[in-house]
């Protein structure tokens, strides 16, 4: 006797039970991913803080080095490349490069600083002063 394979003992889902579970992916998806997203704001300025924590420990061995913080002129430029005239200069400070901020935009350098010895400084995802969440600037002084 020959069985037909096409007619019988087919398993599977239909189109509707896909359908139904498509819908509650999304409606989870909409649900939690509101929630996380703040999360990955929040990750950037814990990065951008460890960066600064980074380069102010380069620029003490700097300090170390050459007697004093790099002028603004010379900016953090002077932790990778020699700006000229240093004979105590020992570095380059950091191995990997100057860093940008975590939104790609260089930090910000100041010696003398209004805040200290010498300012370092993102100004967030806006890329200006001031502003709230993830627009909030990241500084060595706070």
């Known amino acids: 006797m020959k069985r037909n ?11 509707v039970e896909l359908l139904v579970v ?21 990750g950037k300025q814990a990065a951008a803080k460890a960066q600064i924590e980074l380069l102010e420990q380069a620029m003490d061995q700097y300090r170390l080095d050459v007697g004093t913080y790099p002028n603004t002129q010379d900016g953090l430029n002077a932790l990778v490349a020699n700006p000229g005239g240093l ?12 860093p ?3 939104w790609g935009k260089p930090y910000h350098y100041q010696m003398p600083g209004q805040h200290g010895e010498y300012d370092l400084f993102s100004y967030g995802r806006d890329g200006s002063p001031g502003g709230e969440g ?6 060595n002084w706070e």
């Open 100 to 102: 940008n901020d975590p």
């Open 22 to 42: 498509l819908v509650i992916l999304g409606l989870l998806a909409a649900l939690v991913g509101p929630k996380l997203f703040p999360k990955l704001g929040k």
């Open 134 to 139: 993830e627009d909030k600037d990241v500084t």
């Open 5 to 15: 394979l096409y007619l019988t003992d087919k398993k599977g889902f239909t189109l």
């Open 87 to 98: 004979e105590r200069w020992e570095g380059p400070y950091l191995k990997k490069g100057l």
